[in-house]
């Protein structure tokens, strides 16, 4: 195309009389193209042209084409965007009309609008309500206690558009607390046990729940010169760390494999064969009473380091040569009807 558009202007600039000559040149001369004009013997322009390179600069010309055909493609593609996002300004602004015009010709049908929108955001929000249920499946006074705000909403709605109309900051705090109640019980829904169990097959922690507050107390256990080698249980002061309160029981440390404490009570086991472990002693220290108990478990391998009660799921968990071994735990709930004490500004204890 270069190469066109140089011998278009040779031949504007000479004439259409212009003579091309072949031209005989060095290799310096050919490195770099020069144009050479003089007047021949009768009168005609005379022009040589030397070019550097002869060859078509095709994969030049192929380079422009595909870059032409993108640039193409994305010009389409923006004025597609460009294209919705008017359809999206002209909906609003439409929108934006109709609620100045309700403005401007009245300040009664404006409010009016907005009541409107009220009702209808209380419907969308009882139908919230009314699919949350259905996935749960339950009948939970919780969801009672919406339907009825709810009405009670409606009710406060209509009372505001017949007695103060110019007024919707009441309602739209009551309808702001509508919301965050809906938004716990979408919490409450989640399942943070999707994975399965021991699963390692999925993607990473997508996100954590909330806090359990759970009242756990610090016990140890440890045999002085005192106890002549029998087992004396304290109680750790949180704040201090020092020891607060004293137990002593009638078994040799020696004697206990592990122990561990629920509800104030001390549960301690020793090895029956390499199979079987028992509860075989507790002391209560609301009571300060002991007893001997049988009560044999199964062990996962013939040796494990630690027992731990877990009060959040009612679970004895063993640590176990490299494994995480758990025990469901039921309970005679006629042994502790008053545990925890009824000043207890807590929901569980340790």
């Not at 206990?256 to 509860?279: H, K, P, W």
């Not at 679970?315 to 490299?322: A, Q, S, T, V």
Request: proline residues 3%; charged residues 20%.
């Amino acid at each position: 195309c270069l190469q066109l558009y140089f011998y278009l202007f040779i031949l504007f600039f000479c004439g259409y009389n212009a003579v091309f000559l072949p031209a005989v040149q060095s290799l310096e001369e050919w490195g770099s193209g020069r144009v050479e004009g003089s007047v021949g013997e009768f009168g005609q322009c005379v022009c040589n042209v030397f070019l550097p390179d002869t060859s078509f600069p095709a994969d030049r010309v192929e380079h422009m084409q595909t870059t032409s055909n993108q640039l193409s493609v994305k010009v389409k593609l923006q004025i597609i965007k460009v294209y919705y996002i008017y359809v999206f300004l002209l909906s609003n602004l439409s929108n934006l009309t109709t609620r100045v015009e309700s403005l401007e010709s009245g300040p009664d049908k404006y409010i009016k609008l907005e009541f409107e929108l009220l009702r209808i955001e209380l419907r969308e929000f009882e139908a919230l309500v009314t699919q949350l249920k259905a996935s749960l499946n339950s009948s939970s006074p919780a969801f009672e206690s919406l339907y009825i705000e709810i009405r009670n909403m409606s009710l406060i709605v209509d009372q505001l558009e017949s007695y103060d109309r110019s007024n919707l900051e009441v309602i739209r705090i009551e309808f702001a607390k509508l919301q965050r109640k809906l938004e716990k019980c979408q919490d409450d829904k989640d399942d943070f046990s999707n994975a399965g169990i021991g699963s390692c097959k999925h993607g990473g922690i997508l996100r954590i729940g909330k806090p359990v507050y759970i009242c756990v107390y610090i016990y140890i256990t440890y045999a002085t010169e005192e106890s002549k080698g029998k087992l004396v249980l304290g109680k750790i002061n949180e704040v201090s760390f020092e020891v607060e309160e004293v137990w002593q029981t009638s078994i040799y440390k020696q004697s206990v494999t592990n122990a561990f404490m629920i509800c104030g009570i001390l549960y301690a086991t020793r090895s029956i064969d390499t199979q079987t472990e028992e509860i075989f002693y507790t002391f209560d220290t609301n009571k300060n009473e002991e007893s001997h108990v049988s009560i044999p478990f199964e062990k996962f391998q013939d040796f494990y380091m630690y027992l731990d009660y877990n009060p959040s799921d009612q679970r004895l968990y063993m640590f176990n040569n490299g494994y995480y071994v758990y025990y469901n735990v039921k309970f005679n709930i006629l042994v502790c009807p008053r545990w925890p004490p009824e000043d207890t500004p807590v929901s569980l204890c340790k």
